[in-house]
């Protein structure tokens, strides 16, 4: 019987039974986000000595001050070296070592730059009950960096039941809030804004701002403040 199909032949499968070849994979490409936000450049080894002095120095909740005074060096030159503004002296570096309780060798160790990162499981963080005024307003702390020009704070706030609003918080730098549940008249300055789920209100966090009337309790928001670090 005669058929259209073309003979198998013995040297190996039809052409229509072997794979496709996989096309060749592209050359890697630098991908950028959305962000405005400049390149990262990466730190000299006086920048690097210095953030690591002043990352310790801050782990061990001490002041520029004293730690300049127990490395007889003035406060200034602290300033500069913690700043990566000199390249200074072993024996300058030994001293602040011996200052901040540390070997030497830590500082040079981390000169491959190690960059922050916190992670907090879902139910777990920081817990802040407000007292007072601001009763039933609970703040959890989703994450915590101690280096970078900026800090910024990632809370999850519920106001329970027995909450009540408070229009009156005051502070430095920029906040975002994104609601998450309930309903809420939130004041800024001398507006109001209603916000519900997947609402998002954006603000300079100097003026007086907070919850003005919580019209559906109990409600959930992300609020994620972000100001400058203020050198110690």
Same mark, same amino acid.
């Given at each position: 019987?005669?058929t259209?199909?073309?003979?198998?032949? !013995?040297?190996?499968?039809l052409?229509?039974?072997? $794979?496709?070849?996989?096309?060749?994979?592209?050359?890697?490409?630098?991908?950028?986000?959305g962000?405005?936000a400049p390149?990262?450049r990466e730190?000299?080894?006086?920048?690097?000595l210095?953030?690591?002095?002043?990352?310790?120095?801050?782990? !061990?909740?001490?002041?520029?001050?004293?730690? !300049?005074?127990?490395?007889?060096?003035?406060?200034?030159?602290?300033?500069?070296?913690e700043?990566?503004?000199?390249?200074p002296?072993?024996?300058t570096?030994?001293?602040?070592?011996?200052?901040?309780?540390? $070997?030497?060798?830590?500082?040079?160790s981390t000169?491959?730059?190690?960059?922050?990162?916190?992670y907090?499981? !879902?139910?777990?963080g920081?817990?802040?009950?407000?007292?007072?005024?601001?009763?039933?307003?609970?703040?959890?702390?989703?994450g915590?960096l101690?280096?970078?020009d900026?800090?910024?704070?990632?809370y999850?706030?519920?106001?329970?039941?027995?909450?009540?609003?408070?229009?009156?918080?005051?502070?430095?730098?920029v906040?975002?809030?994104?609601?998450?549940?309930?309903?809420v008249?939130?004041?800024?300055?001398?507006?109001?804004?209603?916000?519900?789920?997947?609402?998002?209100l954006?603000?300079d966090?100097?003026?007086?701002?907070?919850?003005?009337m919580?019209?559906?309790?109990?409600?959930t928001?992300?609020?994620?403040?972000?100001?400058?670090?203020?050198e110690?």
């Amino acid at each position: 019987m005669k058929t259209d199909r073309p003979a198998r032949s !013995a040297r190996g499968p039809l052409r229509e039974d072997i $794979p496709q070849a996989m096309p060749e994979r592209e050359e890697a490409v630098d991908l950028a986000t959305g962000s405005t936000a400049p390149p990262v450049r990466e730190m000299t080894l006086e920048e690097s000595l210095g953030s690591q002095i002043r990352l310790l120095r801050r782990k !061990a909740e001490l002041r520029g001050g004293d730690v !300049a005074q127990a490395a007889g060096v003035s406060l200034s030159m602290l300033s500069k070296i913690e700043n990566g503004q000199i390249s200074p002296s072993l024996s300058t570096l030994q001293a602040v070592c011996r200052a901040l309780n540390v $070997p030497l060798s830590q500082l040079f160790s981390t000169f491959e730059e190690q960059r922050d990162c916190s992670y907090v499981k !879902a139910g777990e963080g920081v817990v802040i009950e407000r007292r007072g005024t601001k009763a039933g307003h609970e703040y959890r702390l989703l994450g915590h960096l101690l280096g970078g020009d900026v800090v910024l704070e990632p809370y999850l706030i519920t106001l329970h039941e027995e909450a009540r609003p408070y229009t009156n918080f005051r502070h430095s730098g920029v906040e975002l809030i994104y609601m998450l549940t309930g309903r809420v008249l939130y004041r800024h300055g001398s507006e109001t804004y209603e916000l519900g789920v997947g609402d998002s209100l954006l603000f300079d966090s100097g003026a007086p701002h907070g919850p003005e009337m919580l019209l559906e309790k109990p409600m959930t928001y992300l609020s994620v403040i972000v100001h400058p670090r203020m050198e110690t």
